[in-house]
């Protein structure tokens, strides 16, 4: 049975051997096959990282954005009511085109290297290893990888449900994020 759903049986492909593998999958995203399961655990993992940034800048953006494009005579990106631009809150139009292509290269070159990285290790590849730890956070134990792995999956879909929430929040409210939730933001000011 499923440990997250203990009414639910556990999919197939869901046995516990992947980090934070707790047999759910309602809606059946891992697929019929271990490629298929280990390209959405790559998706989720890409999707996670991006969420924790997102969770940070986008609080920073609306307390720093105005300030520093004031100080250095650039036009603030924020939207008239001081939201960070989004697809819901609009402004997206503010940002420089320069950005976005900047942005989107970027974006194609991790994707390069994380393709190289797994055709270089092949079956030995772990989905979400981008050969980067500069900080050697990592454990070198199976079991310590397997938590820390865990935990970033953990943050990762915690931030996932965060950022949604900060775009729907503005969206309905019209009010920023650190307006709306000042203790968490300005708790000192």
């Excluded at 940034?53 to 939207?79: N, Y």
């Excluded at 939201?83 to 070159?109: M, R, T």
């Excluded at 900080?135 to 953990?154: A, F, S, V, Y």
Aim: negative net charge; charged residues 20%; proline residues 7%.
């Amino acid at each position: 049975m499923s440990q997250a759903l203990p009414f639910a049986p556990r999919p197939k492909l869901l046995d516990g051997t992947m980090a934070g593998d707790v047999g759910f999958d309602p809606f059946g995203f891992a697929g019929e096959n271990k490629e298929s399961l280990t390209y959405m655990r790559e998706a989720e993992i890409k999707h996670s990282r991006l969420a924790m940034l997102a969770v940070v800048g986008w609080p920073i953006a609306e307390l720093f954005d105005k300030p520093i494009a004031d100080s250095i005579g650039l036009p603030t990106l924020l939207t008239n009511t001081g939201e960070s631009p989004s697809l819901l809150n609009g402004g997206l139009d503010k940002v420089s085109v320069a950005y976005w292509v900047a942005f989107a290269a970027l974006a194609g070159i991790i994707e390069l290297e994380s393709s190289k990285m797994q055709e270089e290790k092949g079956k030995d590849y772990i989905p979400g290893d981008c050969n980067f730890d500069p900080l050697n956070l990592m454990p070198t134990d199976k079991k310590g990888q397997n938590e820390m792995m865990t935990k970033e999956l953990k943050h990762g879909r915690l931030s996932m449900m965060a950022i949604l929430g900060f775009a729907i929040q503005e969206a309905v409210y019209n009010i920023p994020v650190v307006a709306e939730t000042p203790i968490f933001f300005k708790p000192l000011f």
